[in-house]
């Protein structure tokens, strides 16, 4: 059966997004998920790395630009999968966990030094992984989640 697809749309009134989520809550960040659609996930019903890591693996036998180099892309998905195969280890579940953040959108709260540590390291991470590995920051994004603690 086919996935029930919904329209994505991005808040438009940014101050009442970030009061409820950031505020809200009281975090330093708040990100919103990957669509689930079939160029995000394929024709799965739900939004995970693995289905983003397989469909990334079938677009690009259509379209082999799909990435700066789908060989790496192929090795880090393969490598997450190994990392993070272990059921009993609360990180593990990275691979398999819905959903997955859409890193295109994402809130910061930079009004406390903690805030702005965490970011700031939390981006260094993220650009270590993307330089070490590929241009898809999705694929990046759940590993740094499971080591930033």
Known sequence: KKPKTTKYRLPSDYRYHFNQTVERFRTCSSYMSLPLHKSSVGEVSV??????CDTIHATAKIRPTVSDSLYVVKKQCSLYEEMYKNPFE???RVYDQAPLADTSFIVYDMRTSSCKKFIGD?????LDEIHCYSDHDQVSFPSVVASSG
């Open 122 to 126: 939390f981006g260094c991470s993220m």
């Open 47 to 52: 939004v995970t790395l693995k289905a983003h």
């Open 90 to 92: 609360p990180y593990s």
